[in-house]
Every structure is written in C-alpha cells, then in structure tokens.
C-alpha cells in the first residue's frame, strides 16, 4: 500500500531512496480501473504468512515472542504453495539455514470459481509430485524473492 500512496501523493517512491519493502504501486488502477491487462500485470500473485507456536497449534492468539514457525505463501491463478520455516523470534525473521524447511505444501485451484460451495478444498498436498517439481521450484524461489530472503 505504501508505494501506492507515495506515487498518489507525489512522493518519491520508496525504492529509489533506501527503503527495502514490499508492496506493489498500484496507483495506475485509479486511471483506468476496467482495463484488465493492466491489472493482472500489476499482481500476478498474492503473497500471505502464518505465524504459529508450534508444529500442532492452530490456535492464533498469542505473544509476538512466542512464535516459532512461520509458513509463507503465494496463491496464483490455479496454485497455492506454502513453505514453513523456524522462525527466529528475537532477530524477527525465518531460520534460513540449510535443510531447515519444516514442510511444504502445493494444492491446485484448478476448477475453484471462488465459491466455497462448490469446491471440495485442499485436501491433496501435491508438493512431492514429481509432475510439479518445476512449478513447487518455481513457486518457492518466488516466495523467497517476495520475502526477501534468498
């Protein structure tokens, strides 16, 4: 949001003076909201986290320094991948070092017209297919790109 309200506001955007972030400028929507070929260039992804206290807990509520492990995820079209890392609660950042991914997970959207009635879930996670090697390797450096950690 950030770099959409600096270019709004006619301000200098954040990247070409230090400040490392992510978000992307979304201000050229405001000029031409029905044209779709510049929305879907502007977010060919949606990137979210999860913070969670351990392996087994879904529970979400609890202390900032509690957090343990943090799951990274990006959605595209048919796609969601999520890579879940140890979370290094004092430095605020995933534990980066070899072989520390916790787990990982690819479901297909194929199908998903967004109604939650009409789709069965993610109930398959098709990470260790062979057949979406190439994709999960694809996702994953993205999700690392996005994150800004590689």
């Known amino acids: 949001m950030y770099p959409s309200l600096a270019a709004l506001t006619g301000l200098p955007d954040p990247a070409t003076i230090g400040e490392q972030l992510n978000g992307t400028n979304i201000s050229p929507v405001f000029d031409a909201p029905t044209d779709a070929n510049l929305t879907s260039a502007l977010k060919t992804a949606a990137f979210s986290q999860f913070a969670k206290m351990n392996t087994t807990s879904v529970f979400n509520k609890f202390h900032r320094n509690q957090t343990k492990l943090m799951g990274y995820t990006i959605r595209v079209d048919a796609w969601r991948y999520t890579v879940w890392f140890p979370f290094d609660d004092v430095a605020i950042k995933p534990i980066l ?36 090697a190439q994709l999960v390797a694809s996702l994953h450096a993205r999700v690392l790109d996005y994150i800004q950690l590689k």
């Not at 991914?101 to 260790?128: K, Q, S």
């Open 97 to 132: 070092a070899p072989a520390t991914e916790l787990g990982r997970e690819l479901y297909t959207h194929a199908g998903n017209a967004g109604l939650w009635l009409n789709w069965p879930g993610e109930n398959v996670n098709l990470v260790d297919d062979p057949a979406h």
